[in-house]
Structures are given as structure tokens and as C-alpha cells.
């Protein structure tokens, strides 16, 4: 986490060591290219097996060295996610709460590795994040989605992808992924309360450590707008 004087921002776990695994895979490579040179006859298989384990790891960690450099930035005014496909940031304002996605089954508790973001207004989904990352999260939140079918917090036609053209409040008409997102969306935010969620392996911390976190830049950002709202009155 880089601190600087307003402004957090979170590297993810999902990058962490991206660096050290392909370097580690390339000079695993190269030793077992040198004992391919020497003992291929005898050990075809077995080394064989090590060429398609140090590509595999390679492979890996050129995946986490694709993750954007922060997951998360917090500023005074805004909340911005950065994936690799994507983005989207919300003002505070725009935002009502932060909290653990749980879910209670029985009389047990379950928490689901998620934060939930629950806005003031779905509609702003549509002007806040791109298109891409839209597409991508109705892929990646698919175990979101089973989960809350499983539990009957989603009827099974509630878990089907709707691609039906989405009708935002003030009448403008949304197609294509970003409609689907705000189905999807919709129906989450019915069975979870919270419309927008973001992985635990997005964080660098415990999920209560980034809700505290968030949660205090939202009372700060909603105490100053009450008192400006309290000047202009």
C-alpha cells in the first residue's frame, strides 16, 4: 500500500512476486535446457515434464506482471478500480455504503471474499466503467451468481445472462455488455445488496482492513458535503 498524503493506493495480491516467478522460471529453464543437452537420451520424459513446468511458471508470472501496478486508488473524491481490462471510479458521493459481502445460511455466517459497493443509483455504472470490464466482470462474478442460486437467493432464471436492452432512469436505453453488467448488476444487488464487488485477491490486506479503510474516506467525503451543503443554506 503507497500512502501518499490523500491519496492510498493498493497493489493486489494477485501481482505480488510476478517478477521473482519468471525469473525463477527462466533460469529454471535454462538449467533444464543444459541437462536436456547432456541427458535427453537417458531422461526424456522426466525432463520433459521440467520443460513444461518452468513454461508454466513463466507463464504465471507473466500474468501477474500483466496486472495494472495498483488494483485500488482511494483519493479524497474518488474511489477507482484498475484491472486489465478496465476500469471504473466512482465519486464517494455517489456511493452509500462499503461492506463485507456475507451471506447467513442457516445459523451460520458466510463470508463470500468479496467487498460489496452499494451505490446511490445503478445508472451510473454506465458512465463510470468501460466497456471491457464490464463484459469481463459478468464472467469473473459467475461464482457470485452460482452461489446465489444455490442458496435461493436468485431464482435460476434470475442467473441466466440477460442481454435485453437496459432502461436507465432518466429514459437513455443501454446495449450490449454494459446492459448485461447492469442486469446482472441489478440482480445481485437484490440477492447481496450491493451492485458493484470487488475480489478479495484485488486487496493487500484483510477485507475488514480495506471496508475500514474505504469507509473512512466515504464519512469524510459525506461530512464535507454536508458542510458546504450547510454554506450554500
Not at 480495506?210 to 454554506?231: D, H, I, P
Request: aromatic fraction near 10%.
Amino acid at each position: 500500500m503507497v500512502n501518499n498524503v490523500q491519496t492510498i493506493k493498493i497493489k493486489a495480491i494477485a501481482r505480488h512476486h510476478g517478477l521473482f516467478i519468471t525469473l525463477t522460471g527462466v533460469s529454471a529453464l535454462l538449467l533444464v535446457a543444459w541437462l536436456c543437452s547432456y541427458y535427453w537420451q537417458q531422461a526424456r520424459f522426466p525432463l520433459l515434464f521440467l520443460v513444461l513446468a518452468c513454461l508454466v511458471t513463466i507463464f504465471i508470472g507473466l500474468l501477474k506482471l500483466a496486472e495494472p501496478r495498483f488494483s485500488l486508488i482511494l483519493t479524497t473524491d474518488t474511489l477507482t478500480f484498475h484491472h486489465r481490462y478496465g476500469r471504473w471510479q466512482f465519486n464517494w458521493r455517489q456511493i452509500r455504503n462499503i461492506h463485507p459481502v456475507t451471506n447467513t445460511v442457516g445459523i451460520a455466517r458466510e463470508e463470500l471474499n468479496y467487498v460489496g459497493i452499494k451505490l446511490n443509483s445503478i445508472d451510473v455504472i454506465a458512465k463510470s466503467m468501460t466497456l471491457r470490464l464490464a463484459n469481463r466482470m459478468i464472467h469473473e462474478q459467475k461464482p457470485l451468481i452460482q452461489y446465489c442460486v444455490k442458496h435461493n437467493l436468485l431464482t435460476l432464471s434470475q442467473g441466466v445472462l440477460n442481454f435485453e436492452p437496459y432502461t436507465l432512469s432518466n429514459g437513455e436505453i443501454i446495449k450490449g455488455p454494459m446492459a448485461a453488467f447492469l442486469h446482472h448488476s441489478e440482480v445481485l444487488h437484490q440477492a447481496l445488496g450491493a451492485h458493484i464487488f470487488i475480489a478479495a485477491n484485488n486487496l493487500n490486506s484483510s477485507i475488514e482492513d480495506f471496508v475500514g479503510l474505504a469507509n473512512g474516506y466515504l464519512a469524510k467525503a459525506t461530512k464535507v458535503e454536508l458542510n458546504q451543503s450547510k454554506l450554500f443554506h
